[in-house]
């Protein structure tokens, strides 16, 4: 598997950054540079990425907010997407991602409008919006399943990509942000193993973290760390190594240095178990 998480060490070199992942054991990485870096620094963590085997699995489009019900907040966020997706592909990340994007005034949030067919509209739209003005060759656009946003199921992302239509147009795996209900909660491994199944072939990048329904009214789904919760991670282990062996699996959503080692050992550890390297 290649495992990777957010680098909280400083660095200022190709070289200082690949030998912090390779401290870590990382073989997959988040972009280790920003929209801002000369066409010269892109391409030295891009050859030094790949010189050392290492995956850059992900530029962050997150915090754009499209849907936005101002007009030039959400015209922003469409030129703010294109050109993070311009660097995701001069970088050679795996993809760039957001979610597809709320109604409402938080670009995350839940909205009533935002599981209408006006705003899977909206968003086929805008996704083939940013291919076309970005035109990548090397990466391609995702949108993170939500659990109150399309995408919410496989199914809508099957429709999504049917009705988008562009080879660039790629899967980002969260299976945390799919469970959005006590049913999903309990079969989560089916939910996993049937995105693979049938998303495979498209998919670029995994989250992974885990997920606990508590015990109180009335219903509260709370992300924590890998191996304190209920997801089946021994399932999207055997589903990434069987069927997307490359694939990058990602540790997000923590606050310290200290609780990425802990889950990505979890996930280390759990792998090796199971007959896995990482």
């Not at 870590?24 to 990485?29: E, K, L, V």
């Amino acid at each position: 598997m290649r495992i990777g998480a957010p680098i909280f060490e400083s660095y200022h070199s190709p070289e200082a950054w690949v030998a912090i992942c390779k401290k870590h054991g990382y073989r997959a990485a988040y972009a280790p540079i920003d929209l801002g870096a000369s066409d010269s620094e892109i391409m030295e963590y891009r050859a030094a990425a790949a010189e050392n085997d290492i995956v850059i699995a992900e530029v962050s489009a997150f915090l754009n907010h499209p849907f936005h019900p101002d007009p030039q907040i959400a015209s922003q966020a469409l030129r703010n997407t294109i050109d993070r997706m311009v660097f995701a592909d001069k970088l050679g990340a795996g993809c760039c991602v957001n979610v597809s994007s709320s109604r409402g005034l938080v670009w995350d949030g839940p909205h009533p409008l935002n599981l209408t067919e006006e705003t899977f509209a909206m968003t086929v739209r805008f996704v083939r919006k940013v291919l076309e003005e970005a035109d990548p060759h090397d990466s391609g656009y995702a949108l993170e399943f939500m659990p109150w946003m399309y995408p919410v199921t496989v199914d809508d992302h099957l429709r999504l990509l049917q009705e988008v239509n562009h080879p660039r147009f790629v899967v980002h795996f969260d299976p945390v942000n799919m469970i959005n209900s006590p049913e999903k909660y309990y079969s989560n491994g089916a939910i996993i193993r049937d995105c693979f199944q049938r998303l495979g072939d498209k998919l670029v990048g995994i989250h992974c973290k885990d997920i606990l329904l508590r015990e109180k009214l009335t219903t509260h789904l709370d992300e924590v760390v890998a191996g304190e919760g209920y997801l089946d991670h021994r399932t999207l282990i055997q589903c990434v190594e069987t069927l997307k062996p490359n694939c990058p699996v990602m540790m997000e959503h923590l606050a310290t240095p200290q609780l990425y080692d802990k889950a990505v050992a979890y996930i280390r550890e759990l792998a090796e178990s199971m007959g896995y390297t990482t």
